[in-house]
Each structure stands twice: as C-alpha cells, then as structure tokens.
C-alpha cells in the first residue's frame, strides 16, 4: 500500500507517519508504520515555530497580531496583484491559502494538478519545454519550495 489507498504514499502516508498520530489514533499506526522514514518536514516545522514562538513570547499579544494580521494582508496582495492566475482566496492567521486558476476549464486546478506543480516547482524542468527560450530557460531551472 505504498502509492495507493487512504495509507499510501500518495494520501495519509505522504504528509505523516506512525510517529505522529495521537493515542485516539492507534488503529492507524499500523497502516502508517514505515521504520525507514521520519517526517523531517515536520520536525523542521516545530523547530521553526518553537524558534518564533520563543522570539515573541515577550511581545504583548496586540503587537503579535497586528504584525501577522500585517504580514498576512501584505502576502495577500503581492499575490492578487500580480496577475490573475493566482488568487489568495482563504487567510487564516498566518496561513495565506492560494488557488492556481485553470484557464483551460476557466475554474480552479484540482489538487492532482496542484500535487504534480508543487513538485515540478522542487525540479529543474528547463529540459521539459523544448520551446523556451534562454530566459525561460533559467527560471525553469530555478527550484522554489513553498508551503504545502
């Protein structure tokens, strides 16, 4: 059940592991247990918001959340003035959730599409568009990791 099912490494299997789930969710350890790997993504996650959230403790929560209310609204409209592909739809706190729009369809990319941009974005896919041309050329080679 490595690529496929609910587990696999194409659905639960692909963003946790045993090592994650919660007591309420020991039925679950069994289908998640893969002794070779370690979500180091998340772990990297916490580190990073442990860091933050002791660099801000001594801030008054007003200050705290008027400066993520600020960064939040500030990323938003970087997004939604750069063109009309792209649309931060949802803003919760600190998370700037973005839609990628599907011209073809005149709608919204499905999460397969946005599965498979996500990781065409972590490649250099310069050789994948034979057309491009030198300019295309080097940002196509350029890997970009974003949230997920």
Not at 16 to 33: I, Y
Not at 111 to 134: C, F, G, H, Q
């Amino acid at each position: 059940e490595e690529e496929g099912g609910m587990f696999g490494g194409r659905g639960l299997g692909a963003f946790l592991t045993d090592k994650e789930l919660p007591s309420c969710l020991n039925g679950w350890k069994g289908s998640l247990r893969r002794e070779d790997t370690n979500n180091v993504g998340l772990a990297l996650r916490w580190e990073a918001g442990l860091a933050g959230m002791e660099a801000l403790a001594y801030v008054p929560e007003e200050q705290r959340t008027n400066a993520v209310m600020e960064w939040a609204n500030a990323v938003s409209a970087m997004v939604n003035n750069t063109d009309t592909v792209l649309d931060a739809w949802c803003v919760e706190r600190s998370i700037v959730s973005i839609r990628v729009a599907n011209k073809a369809t005149d709608g919204w990319r499905s999460m397969t599409e946005l599965r498979n941009l996500y990781r065409w974005m972590s490649k250099d896919v310069s050789d994948i568009v034979p057309d491009a041309t030198e300019e295309e050329k080097v940002a196509l080679a350029q890997t970009a990791y974003i949230g997920q």
